[in-house]
């Protein structure tokens, strides 16, 4: 059987997007009885960690975004050899091992300091995002077709906004341990696990806009 690899990667890319999609509206579902103070805490603990492991469909896929859409970019006018390709790969790969290390070992000490790794990879990928596409859309090189250079731009603000999400995600422990301690403190942490879900709800829906947005230039790639 004769298969063209760029259909095979094109194939990938829309794996990829299903799970992102898909997975995120899993999360986000789930995400809704840690606000219902009528079930235990200990319960909706529970339901947390199966939304967290949900979660690690999407961060896989952004992260297999990576060297997979810079794949399929050499065929629309992004100048990369077959060597950057493939280290573009070998880099994608080390990157997601790194995502499930963090998550597989977040309440170890080790894992912090992963986590860290973790960030500055993104501070990094999103200014080389930010950077390449915008040049691009000004210069109209290294990426000459502009819709490619806004999906770069657009991927930018998607890392942009999970870490946003990222540092939400840290208020929670919080709001927790203001139920355990009881009491006054019951009701308080209450409120913020509700107000803590409102912001992350803008966050998610803000991401499934871009995501969408990205997945609707690949596909119809406006002049």
Do not use: C
């Not at 194939?11 to 789930?30: C, P, Q």
């Not at 540092?167 to 403190?185: C, E, M, P, T, Y």
Request: net charge positive; glycine share 10%.
């Amino acid at each position: 059987m004769d298969m063209d690899p760029y259909r095979v990667v094109a194939f990938l890319h829309v794996l990829l997007f299903a799970y992102w999609l898909g997975a995120d509206l899993g999360v986000f579902l789930h995400g809704k009885r840690l606000t219902r103070d009528d079930i235990p805490l200990d319960e909706r603990l529970r339901t947390r960690e199966i939304g967290v492991l949900i979660d690690m469909a999407p961060r896989s896929a952004l992260v297999l975004m990576v060297p997979v859409g810079f794949t399929l970019a050499s065929n629309w006018g992004l100048p990369l050899t077959a060597l950057q390709i493939g280290l573009l790969w070998v880099f994608g790969l080390a990157w997601l091992w790194l995502v499930w290390e963090v998550h597989h070992k977040k309440n170890e000490p080790v894992g912090k300091s992963l986590q860290r790794i973790d960030f500055a990879i993104r501070y990094a990928v999103l200014a080389v995002m930010l950077g390449v596409g915008g040049y691009s859309l000004f210069t109209g090189a290294p990426v000459a077709s502009t819709w490619l250079a806004v999906k770069m731009v657009l991927f930018g603000g998607i890392i942009m906004n999970g870490i946003w999400l990222r540092l939400i995600g840290g208020r929670w422990q919080v709001a927790f341990d203001k139920i355990r301690q009881g009491g006054a403190n019951v009701a308080i942490g209450e409120q913020m696990i509700k107000d803590n879900r409102k912001v992350a709800s803008k966050a998610a829906l803000l991401i499934w806009f871009l995501v969408a947005l990205m997945a609707f230039l690949g596909v119809v790639k406006p002049a």
